[in-house]
């Protein structure tokens, strides 16, 4: 693929070829993400199903709709991320900071958290 | 190019595409639990779309190669795929909380 092919211009128009490895690990770093974001989702729909099953109330279907969204999140994440990083590579820039992983720490902790509560509060 | 990267690279694609079928076929099967047609028709056609997306995007996965610029599109079907499933998710846990069931 010639480089005026290649997209998004806003990547590939500027700075230097990167040593392909690092390219390549910046992509498979961008598809872990997309794989915990597919984890979150898979877990809101599990959680949804489960609250069907053992009839758990509602409490647990609005963490689910939340856990599903922090998901479709992270997927985005994903791809600015891959941008960041991918032009910090051309140019020569240390590498950004992951902005999302506390904030993913922050959710999967919030999200127990409420269920937790859920429970409890279901259970007296 | 020398080394085991372009095939890691390709396997983790292919990792991906299995992962957001098998989250698409799980909420179809919830859905379907439901008895609410319109809802499975809606769950199913988002989870068609993942897997579609899930599909275009992992396929050719072993011509990852160096300079080749490739990633762009199939992360953008990816994460097409992964917002289609998160949809799904989204519209199952709002059906389970409507009163009006």
Redesign the interface.
Known sequence: MADGDRRPRSVYGVGDEPDPRFSLANERTALAWVRTALALVAGGVGLTSLARLADLGRGVDVVAAVVCVAGGWAAVSAVLGWRRREVALRTGRPLPAPVALPWLAAGVVGAAVALAVVVVARGS | ?P?A??E??AL??Q??GV??S??AG??V??AA??RSWWLLGVVAVLAAVAGAAGFLASRDGGR??????????R??A??TA??A??????L???Y??LPSR
Request: hydrophobic residues 60%; positive net charge.
């Open positions: 190019m080394g990267q372009a890691r690279t983790a694609w990792r991906t992962a957001s098998a989250v799980l909420a099967l919830t639990r439901d990852v190669h160096a300079g080749a610029g490739t990633a762009w599109p992360l953008l990816t994460v992964t917002l499933v998160a949809a799904a998710g989204l199952l846990a709002l389970a909380v």
